[in-house]
């Protein structure tokens, strides 16, 4: 929960920081990687994601956005203008400190661990189901998938060509896998339902992640340092 | 004493089904159903594809007709209440249900066995101390236990069915109902299944059993019921039921050991009585046959 404060802290901050604020917040979160000992992973997640937004955005924003005035230098015939790169950092760095607190998120934190946290504060247990299931079911329908095309490719459909052929392989497909997902899903809501998931009672939670009371204080204190400094930075730009 | 569950004419056709020209009794999967099950029976349900089982099945815990809908007529009562009348949450309490695909009835959403099975005793609102025991107790039933911290995709087939198996068991419910728990399972899966459920009856669970392995279901069921046609059509003790010759009539095969039985007789290499049900009697009959001491 902590941590989930944290990424919609830096959401928030996201909008409304500077580059040097928010750089220090992805600075930040890699430190908690680093903790946690994702920090190899968040990184080569961060370069990712990052370096093909950033790139193009940098060449487009600082040599033809408009609202360039002030030549830093030449290349060629293209001039670099100091506005469109300042854009381009103020663009990139909010992106860099959202990814880098929701992929702390996502990596340090179970997905079973988050939902529960959630349902336990009120969510209801059908999102969380729905978010779970989401995450995990969708690679065993991708194996089904799979195996159907294996069968479909055994009776001489051909799934290798150009982009038309590869299209056409693939919708027939889509009837065995949606609709054998469909039966799937009926079976699974009939279990479910006779193993109590539309009782509606309060439920109890075999594993529920740890709570310190730090966490509380942690949290408090997120919201109000965020509040502050959302307040100070709509302050200095409204003078 | 009134008896667990009483299914008192009932007739069920799912919905849609009205409405497709059919002939008006074929539209109906369950056929003038009639059916008491006292506490403590071990009830095998037997019948071609489409003969009704399922449809029996579901309609015990109440998922027929609250779940499908449809049109029910009569009466199904299961411990003291109407289906019609309870939802299928009051009646989860009183009857578990297995389905045949073991992989379709996890919930997909948990990491380990153990968590799987606590699913259900979490969603009754269980303190925390009872889920814990009762996973325990229902892993244990199901000879799973040392399984408990493994994930459920990664098990086998036999594997999975005896943890949706014991994710009923940690319900506590005193009925279940298994719907052709085997059907999709290798021989040693079956084996494997059939034992827990020998073992539940012995410890004194009611259980009913839609299930095509006759020879299995011969070795432990107290009762036969053959359906044909939504209709129950022979309803017995497995020697009264599986050794007619009728049971052919509803594309039921008789248990092997009982075929061969009737074989021998028929060329009067042995004499007309009772016919072998299970292994342990056919190996009696052939050592009785050879003139060996079968002690």
């Given at each position: 929960?902590?941590?989930?404060?944290?990424?919609?802290?830096?959401?928030?901050?996201?909008?409304?920081?500077?580059?040097?604020?928010?750089?220090?917040?992805?600075?930040?979160?890699?430190?908690?990687?680093?903790?946690?000992?994702?920090?190899r992973r968040f990184v080569f997640m961060m370069?990712?994601?990052?370096?093909?937004?950033?790139?193009?955005?940098?060449?487009?924003?600082?040599?033809?956005?408009?609202?360039?005035?002030?030549?830093?230098?030449?290349?060629?015939?293209?001039?670099?203008?100091?506005?469109?790169?300042?854009?381009?950092?103020?663009?990139?760095?909010?992106?860099?400190?959202?990814?880098?607190?929701?992929?702390?998120?996502?990596?340090?934190?179970?997905?079973?661990?988050?939902?529960?946290?959630?349902?336990?504060?009120?969510?209801?247990?059908?999102?969380?189901?729905?978010?779970?299931?989401?995450?995990?079911?969708?690679?065993?329908?991708?194996?089904?998938?799979?195996?159907?095309?294996?069968?479909?490719?055994?009776?001489?459909?051909?799934?290798?060509?150009?982009?038309?052929?590869?299209?056409?392989?693939?919708?027939?497909?889509?009837?065995?896998?949606?609709?054998?997902?469909?039966?799937?899903?009926?079976?699974?809501?009939?279990?479910?339902?006779?193993?109590?998931?539309?009782?509606?009672?309060?439920?109890?939670?075999?594993?529920?992640?740890?709570?310190?009371?730090?966490?509380?204080?942690?949290?408090?204190?997120?919201?109000?340092?965020?509040?502050?400094?959302?307040?100070?930075?709509?302050?200095?730009?409204?003078? | 004493?009134?008896?667990?569950?009483?299914?008192?004419?009932?007739?069920?056709?799912?919905?849609?089904?009205?409405?497709?020209?059919?002939?008006?009794?074929?539209?109906?999967?369950?056929?003038?159903?009639?059916?008491?099950?006292?506490?403590?029976?071990?009830?095998?349900?037997?019948?071609?594809?489409?003969?009704?089982?399922?449809?029996?099945?579901?309609?015990?815990?109440?998922?027929?007709?609250?779940?499908?809908?449809?049109?029910?007529?009569?009466?199904?009562?299961?411990?003291?209440?109407?289906?019609?009348?309870?939802?299928?949450?009051?009646?989860?309490?009183?009857?578990?249900?297995?389905?045949?695909?073991?992989?379709?009835?996890?919930?997909?959403?948990?990491?380990?066995?153990?968590?799987?099975?606590?699913?259900?005793?979490?969603?009754?609102?269980?303190?925390?101390?009872?889920?814990?025991?009762?996973?325990?107790?229902?892993?244990?039933?199901?000879?799973?236990?040392?399984?408990?911290?493994?994930?459920?995709?990664?098990?086998?087939?036999?594997?999975?069915?005896?943890?949706?198996?014991?994710?009923?068991?940690?319900?506590?419910?005193?009925?279940?109902?298994?719907?052709?728990?085997?059907?999709?399972?290798?021989?040693?899966?079956?084996?494997?299944?059939?034992?827990?459920?020998?073992?539940?009856?012995?410890?004194?669970?009611?259980?009913?059993?839609?299930?095509?392995?006759?020879?299995?279901?011969?070795?432990?069921?107290?009762?036969?019921?053959?359906?044909?046609?939504?209709?129950?059509?022979?309803?017995?003790?497995?020697?009264?039921?599986?050794?007619?010759?009728?049971?052919?009539?509803?594309?039921?095969?008789?248990?092997?050991?009982?075929?061969l039985g009737q074989r021998l007789a028929d060329?009067?290499?042995?004499?007309?009585?009772?016919?072998?049900?299970?292994?342990?009697?056919?190996?009696?009959?052939?050592?009785?046959?050879?003139?060996?001491?079968?002690?």
């Amino acid at each position: 929960m902590t941590l989930l404060t944290y990424a919609l802290c830096v959401t928030a901050l996201g909008f409304v920081g500077e580059p040097p604020l928010l750089a220090g917040v992805a600075v930040f979160s890699l430190i908690l990687a680093t903790i946690g000992r994702v920090g190899r992973r968040f990184v080569f997640m961060m370069l990712r994601v990052i370096i093909p937004i950033a790139i193009p955005l940098f060449v487009i924003q600082s040599l033809f956005n408009p609202i360039g005035r002030t030549v830093l230098f030449q290349l060629g015939p293209l001039a670099v203008k100091a506005e469109g790169l300042a854009f381009a950092t103020s663009i990139v760095s909010r992106l860099v400190a959202l990814v880098s607190a929701y992929f702390l998120l996502v990596l340090v934190v179970h997905p079973r661990d988050l939902v529960t946290s959630l349902e336990s504060r009120g969510m209801s247990p059908r999102i969380g189901y729905l978010i779970l299931s989401t995450m995990r079911l969708i690679p065993q329908i991708q194996r089904t998938a799979e195996t159907i095309l294996d069968a479909q490719r055994s009776r001489g459909l051909r799934t290798k060509g150009n982009l038309l052929l590869r299209f056409r392989a693939y919708l027939p497909l889509m009837g065995p896998v949606v609709m054998g997902s469909l039966a799937s899903l009926e079976v699974r809501a009939m279990a479910l339902e006779a193993r109590g998931f539309n009782l509606g009672g309060r439920k109890t939670y075999l594993r529920l992640p740890p709570e310190q009371p730090v966490d509380r204080l942690l949290r408090r204190g997120l919201v109000a340092a965020t509040l502050a400094l959302v307040v100070i930075s709509v302050a200095v730009s409204g003078v | 004493m009134s008896s667990l569950i009483t299914l008192d004419h009932a007739w069920y056709r799912y919905p849609g089904r009205e409405a497709e020209g059919e002939a008006e009794s074929d539209s109906w999967a369950l056929r003038d159903v009639s059916l008491t099950v006292e506490s403590g029976e071990l009830v095998g349900i037997v019948g071609r594809n489409g003969a009704g089982k399922s449809t029996l099945c579901l309609t015990l815990n109440g998922l027929v007709p609250h779940f499908f809908h449809g049109d029910l007529k009569g009466d199904v009562v299961v411990a003291g209440s109407s289906t019609r009348s309870v939802t299928v949450p009051a009646l989860i309490k009183h009857v578990g249900v297995l389905f045949q695909n073991p992989f379709e009835q996890l919930t997909g959403v948990t990491d380990t066995v153990r968590e799987e099975v606590a699913f259900g005793p979490e969603n009754l609102g269980v303190p925390r101390d009872e889920v814990e025991s009762r996973v325990d107790r229902a892993l244990a039933s199901a000879g799973i236990d040392r399984l408990s911290e493994r994930h459920p995709f990664e098990l086998s087939g036999g594997q999975q069915q005896r943890v949706a198996l014991a994710a009923v068991l940690a319900m506590e419910p005193s009925i279940l109902v298994l719907d052709e728990p085997t059907s999709q399972l290798d021989p040693v899966g079956s084996d494997e299944v059939f034992e827990v459920i020998g073992r539940m009856h012995r410890s004194g669970y009611t259980i009913l059993v839609a299930e095509h392995k006759i020879e299995a279901l011969a070795e432990v069921a107290t009762r036969i019921v053959v359906l044909a046609h939504g209709k129950v059509v022979m309803d017995g003790s497995p020697r009264q039921v599986l050794t007619k010759r009728e049971l052919l009539e509803f594309d039921v095969q008789p248990p092997r050991y009982t075929t061969l039985g009737q074989r021998l007789a028929d060329r009067g290499l042995r004499s007309k009585g009772e016919e072998p049900l299970t292994l342990d009697e056919a190996a009696r009959m052939v050592s009785d046959l050879l003139g060996q001491d079968h002690a």
